[in-house]
């Protein structure tokens, strides 16, 4: 179905959960700004919290997360007393204003916590904000989860955990340092589907030493334990920017045709298997709320990927944690050590940020809406890019200010959204390839 055309995927590409992307952000915006947005925000706007939790007990050599090694107690209670503070900061300066509909923990892996640390921050979060019914998902490494997580999770009122699979293949797992046995996979799920929590896989391609008959034997695995919604990532390998990536010989990774061709063959397989394509990368079952958004149109993309959130407002919480306001996103510190002087000291810990030129909503609205549906309006506006090379292999039609991507160009959705980002230079080695 899909055509490899190797001269567009030659240039990396921001995956685009935010625009302008972090590459933009400064330290010219920080707490400042971040202070004026929550000291502003309407009472009744919905909120979007995320938690984000910067350890793990085993660092796995593919990671492009900013995690550390959860090996001393001291250094997590310390973290989790500064996110305790953070929260109540935060909560502060909305004053009872907003109403947060989602909270979700991501990572790193929360469960390198201490469950009793865990439920700690969950308290905190539901006694300092409105959370009302709000919907609970966590990041979970399916190595770290055993039954007492699983009734804590369900007692708590979580509704959505995602594991961190990547590949059931065991010698793919040991060359990136990830061994998770099958069983142990099949455990989890049953655990969390008994409790009453719906189950969503990340799984990769392009991995050191796999092939496509690994890829194909994961997939079907994956299939058959039927989590809500599955996200295939390409394995991004950069170890220039990623010492730990250094244990992955360059040589031992599919190469380009490879991984086009296995991104294809996810595509071929979970659709068939009755998952709806979502945007380029995630997949979900029918009755999932992800896979409805799409259907109706509701489809949005920040840093968490697509999502059918459409809060008004996310706040990220936690070192290296992103907030994104219409005109606005802001980073905290993304050092753990910095961050928890920051907020044991009472000050917010944002650090950089961009804000957003009307010029920069504009165009983040193109992007999103070709990521999230396939087409988008730039009306009659003169001076943007000229699609004549996609419009030549009909991977885009544009008609009367309407950019539509056909159905031929998923895997070039980055690379076509990409034309429109007037940040991006030619030579930037930041980004992954798009497949």
């Known amino acids: 179905m899909w055509t490899y ?3 567009l995927l030659a240039q990396p590409v921001p995956r685009y959960t935010s625009y302008p992307t972090a590459a933009q952000f400064t330290a010219d915006v920080g707490a400042t700004d971040m202070a004026s947005r929550l000291d502003t925000l309407d009472a009744g706007a919905s909120l979007s919290l995320y938690v984000h939790i910067p350890y793990c007990h085993d660092i796995c050599w593919y990671c492009g997360c900013n995690t550390g090694a959860a090996n001393r107690s001291h250094r997590l209670s310390a973290y989790v007393e500064a996110l305790e503070q953070e ?9 009872g204003r907003g109403r947060a509909r989602r909270i979700a923990f991501g990572g790193g892996s929360p469960n390198s916590l201490p469950l009793v640390d865990f439920i700690r921050l969950l308290q905190q979060l539901l006694l300092c904000f409105d959370v009302h019914d709000a919907e609970i998902s966590v990041e979970l490494d399916p190595r770290r989860l055993d039954h007492q997580w699983i009734a804590t999770l369900a007692a708590m009122g979580v509704d959505r955990v995602n594991l961190g699979v990547q590949t059931f293949s065991p010698h793919v797992q040991a060359r990136i340092g990830r061994i998770q046995p099958l ?3 099949e455990r989890a799920v049953d655990g969390l589907a008994q409790a009453g929590i ?9 991995l050191p030493g796999q092939g496509m008959d690994d890829l194909a034997a994961t997939l079907d695995m994956a299939i058959r334990m039927a989590p809500a919604r599955i ?8 170890p220039r ?3 730990r990536q250094r244990r992955i010989p360059a040589n031992d990774l599919p190469g380009q045709a490879a991984r086009f061709a296995m991104a294809a063959h996810g595509y071929q397989r979970l659709t068939r298997a009755g998952y709806r394509a979502i945007g380029f990368d995630h997949f979900a079952l029918a009755d999932d709320s992800l896979a409805q958004a799409a259907g109706e149109g509701r489809l949005h993309r920040n840093f968490q ?4 959130d459409d809060a008004d407002a996310l706040i990220g919480l936690g070192a290296s944690a992103i907030s994104q306001f219409p005109d606005l996103i802001v980073q905290n510190e993304k050092q753990s050590g910095p961050y928890r002087t920051l907020a044991v000291a009472g000050h917010l810990p944002a650090a950089r940020g961009a804000v957003r030129t009307p010029q920069d909503r504009q165009r983040a609205d193109i992007i999103q809406s070709l990521l999230c549906t396939g087409q988008a309006s730039i009306g009659a506006t003169t001076g943007w890019p000229d699609l004549a090379m996609f419009e030549a292999r009909n ?6 200010g309407q950019i539509r991507l056909t159905e031929r160009a998923l895997p070039y959705a980055r690379v076509i959204a990409a034309r429109f980002d007037a940040y991006l230079q030619p030579q930037e080695k930041r980004f992954s390839n798009a497949i």
Not at 231 to 238: D, E, I
Not at 395 to 400: I, K
């Open 87 to 95: 929260i109540a900061l935060v909560a502060t300066r909305l004053g």
């Open 5 to 7: 055309y190797p001269d």
């Open 395 to 400: 991977l885009v039609h544009v008609e009367s």
């Open 198 to 206: 719906t189950t969503g896989f990340d799984l990769m391609y392009g």
């Open 183 to 185: 069983g142990m996979v």
């Open 231 to 238: 996200a295939l990532f390409g394995y991004a390998h950069m």
């Open 305 to 308: 990927g697509f999502t059918d």
């Open 241 to 243: 920017l990623l010492s």
